[in-house]
T-cell receptor, first 113, second 113 residues
Framework: NAGVTQTPKFRVLKTGQSMTLLCAQD?????MYWYRQDPGMGLRLIHY???????AKGEVPDGYNVSRLKKQNFLLGLESAAPSQTSVYFC????????????FGPGTRLTVT | GENVEQHPSTLSVQEGDSAVIKCTYS??????FPWYKQELGKGPQLIID?????GEKKDQRIAVTLNKTAKHFSLHITETQPEDSAVYFC????????????FGKGNQVVVIP
């Protein structure tokens, strides 16, 4: 099992550009989450999904959109990137009946200039 | 919503000594308290967790204690080793529904050889 994987690992965008971050998990987990991590801020929840075809807003959803068309994938989109979205983005997943712990991916470091 | 605070922000200990990190939470409905370790350039990894029906849990050199009345929980690392150097995050959530974790801002632990 690869666990939770994220693509890409690094990316530099210019203000106004768009991009999609991909999260994939091979553990058949129902729940998936997108967090951002900023220095001194801990991890903040952007959006999450409780199952295929469903998404919900987290703590800091503005400027991001998500989709969960397949159970194993959770996409995070930035339609018009801003310097305030410079951050490290982590995806996590969790099973519904297999336990409560969330498993994290390795992260994507995004810089918006 | 839930608010989790961690203290101290940075902790330096001599190798072999113990390290203690304390977190407080605000929502009395929270009943699940995980601790994550994050090494440089990696995603957070669950190291231990505790549920509100127990007061203490141990796993080798790591232990977590929970005081529901005071709404605080602590991570204890004994016989620290250089590989314990990392950022540690505490979190809290209610063990039902979407398991939205509220994270603390993290503690940098430095073990001095």
């Amino acid at each position: 099992n690869a666990g939770v994987t994220q693509t890409p690992k690094f990316r530099v965008l210019k203000t106004g550009q768009s991009m999609t971050l991909l999260c994939a998990q091979d553990m058949n987990h129902e729940y998936m989450y997108w967090y951002r991590q900023d220095p001194g801020m801990g991890l903040r929840l952007i959006h999450y999904s409780v199952g295929e075809g469903t998404t919900a807003k987290g703590e800091v959803p503005d400027g991001y959109n998500v989709s969960r068309l397949k159970k194993q994938n959770f996409l995070l989109g930035l339609e018009s990137a801003a310097p305030s979205q410079t951050s490290v983005y982590f995806c996590a997943s969790r099973g519904h009946t297999t336990g409560i712990e969330q498993y994290f991916g390795p992260g994507t470091r995004l810089t918006v200039t | 919503g839930e608010n989790v605070e961690q203290h101290p922000s940075t902790l330096s200990v001599q190798e072999g000594d113990s390290a203690v990190i304390k977190c407080t939470y605000s929502d009395s409905a929270s009943n699940y308290f995980p601790w994550y370790k994050q090494e440089l350039g990696k995603g957070p990894q669950l190291i231990i967790d505790i549920r509100s029906n127990v007061g203490e849990k141990k796993d080798q050199r790591i232990a977590v204690t929970l005081n529901k009345t005071a709404k605080h929980f602590s991570l204890h690392i004994t016989e620290t080793q250089p590989e314990d150097s990392a950022v540690y995050f505490c979190a809290a959530s209610a063990f039902y529904g979407n398991n939205r974790l509220a994270f603390g801002k993290g503690n940098q632990v430095v073990v001095i050889p």
